[in-house]
């Protein structure tokens, strides 16, 4: 039985929320946990005919026997949560520890415009300036927020306890390496350290129990919002290669550039990352598509995988081939 932390490599819409309910299917974890900064972080999944768009419950949510959970380091905005369990049918084993921090209406007013949103590209979701209201300690917490009254539990007693118990447990990161506070492109970054560390730290699991950590990578590399971005490709040549995306909470045109090894060889430095997760290999290689053995893909394919896997020194275990959650190469 293991603990598996989920991250982003580049700088987040890696496709972690897909890969992330797929391992909920699959390795069927008693607990589900979500770290990260709050519900400026969107996470497309797609079961069958649906497609879910998440910003606050966790991308686990599909498997109905596990309690998903939303860690003490991660800002809510109780609209947006308690419509999610509603519309996603997750009530009665959705959580929120009582330290979650609350995005209120200010919140949501100071993002909207000004530098966060003009410089910085901010999500105005409400994110940072909860975050900054935190750290001055004057944020609401989630045990002062009447509506969310009958979700509170103990998320760190929860994970660790299940952990004792040997069952599985999933963490579930949010955004990307490279949108850190500490670790990315200052200022162009996220309001929190979103790496593996700051993401334990965000629902209470300390180093030592932490089995795997699972870096995932996109096939190439997206950016929204401001702020550098190596070798970066005009939207006509990234259209020319369908590699055109919109933002999941934000709808903004991605930036894209090609699969960055310097970036992802410090991501894998910074996460301490045991496993790589490939997503989106079929917008490369359209004959992958859907292709669920290694053995099934082309040379080509094959070849881009194990050159990461060479100059990483990680093995590539997870494959993304198409957005339906089992729509997967799995090597483990
Ligand atoms: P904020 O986190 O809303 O303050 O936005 C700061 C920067 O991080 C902006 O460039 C956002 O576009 C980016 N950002 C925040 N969360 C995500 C995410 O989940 N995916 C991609 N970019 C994000
Ligand atoms: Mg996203």
Known sequence: MTSTVVVGGFFGDEGKGKIISYLAIKDNPSVIVRG???PNAGHTIRDGDRVYKVRMLPSGFLNKNAKVMIGPGVVVNPDILLKEIQDFDASGRSFVDKHCGIIEEKHLASDSKGELKEKIGSTGSGTGPANADRAMRVLKMAKDEESLGS??????AEVNSAISL??????????GTFLSLWHGTYPFVTSKDVTASGICADVGLGPKNVDEVIVVFKS????VGTGPLANELSLEEAQNK?????GTVTGRQRRAADFDFELA???????????I???KLDVLYPECAGKTSFDEISEDAKLFIKNIEEKLKTPVTIIGTGPAINDVIDRR
Do not use: C, H, K
């Open 265 to 275: 060889r410090r991501a894998i430095m910074l996460n301490s990352a045991t496993q």
């Open 242 to 246: 369908g590699w055109s995306e919109f």
């Open 151 to 156: 979700l509170i539990v103990d998320v760190p």
């Open 277 to 279: 997760s490939i997503t």
């Open 220 to 223: 190439y590399v997206t950016r």
């Open 166 to 175: 040997n069952q599985n447990v999933l963490i579930e990161g949010t955004q």
């Open 36 to 38: 990260g900064a709050g």
